[in-house]
């Protein structure tokens, strides 16, 4: 009996440690993702003692976003700072492909100042130009298009805020790697052809998808949206409060997308040590890119901390899911399911969807 235990506890010690690395976790190991229920700069601090070894080197970039003109429920200044000043990070974003103040580099960091984001520089990593990274064993892109300034940090925290999308169903780490790494083209190519379809009979011409719209590209009595000018963004859908604005009903263009975002987020992590936080709060089904986001429908959860992208991905899924009492909450908030980013992410070696939740509140 006690030989049985010695093996098992030597098997539990040799799975903690090497899955706590920032190498993809093997599918068939178990990745550690800590929770804590603390929502705050000092929760994010207490995870961070989980996770610390494997932020390596001297430069360190933290992922973060600054939020819409509009919206507030993007992750506040103040959760990430104690976390920057410990690490002596610098904030990283790229710029959007449209219009707005986070289309260009100086407005976009203005916004960022305006928001609390004062206590770090701030790399716009496409201001620098394209970083080319080749995406290995993708279905849809040979290539992927980032921000070339990428290539000048030795760690990347994604600091990512698990909220809905009302594209890819949620966007969380994955989605922060890929549209939130990419430079404008490379998110024109991830959401190419792409376009919403309108339903004229749920529509009351309210006006918030002309008003949101960047493009510009949607008219009322009658809704129709000029595809000659949609980016394919997805921004009317996620702002419309009746479903006046889709997706397309067609199960083979999301998996398309959704797989486009995992194969640009691929190259994202492997290029550089990457580690992970996802913050399950204000869980709206919008975007932190809506300036009129849709209220959130979960409460505040917690906070994720892991070096396993796909294992963080997974455990904050099953964490919404667990909390709105049904099987896929994104699916039924925004009739869009994102988990094939999860299934796909796996599939590309990114890492597990097998993880062990540790609670640091009970420890």
Known sequence: MKKTTLILLTISIFLFFSCSNTKPTDAGDIAPVYFTSDISSEGVMKLFEYIKDNVTGDNIGIKVHFGEDGNAYFVPATMVEPLCMALNATLVETNVAYGGRRAKTETHIELARERGFTFAPIDILDSGGTL?????????????????????????????????????????????????????????????????????????????????CPENAITLEPLAINLNACSGCGMCISVCPRRAIVRPADDEKTRIFLEKLVEYAQPAINAVNSVYYNIIMTVSPSCDCVSSPKAPFISDLGILASTDIVAIEAAAHDLVDKAHQCEDAFLNVNSVSGKHQIDYAEQMGMGTKKYKLIDIDKK
């Open 132 to 212: 080319e990274l080749p995406v290995k064993g993708g279905s849809h892109f040979q290539s992927a298009l980032l921000g070339k300034n990428l290539e000048n940090y030795s760690t990347i925290v994604y600091f990512t805020h698990f909220k809905g999308h009302g594209l890819s169903g949620f966007g969380g780490c994955i989605k922060n790697a890929s549209m939130g790494m990419a430079t404008p083209a490379g998110k024109r190519l991830m959401h190419r052809g792409d376009f919403p379809q309108t339903i004229q009979r749920n529509c009351n011409d309210c006006g918030i998808c002309v008003q949101d």
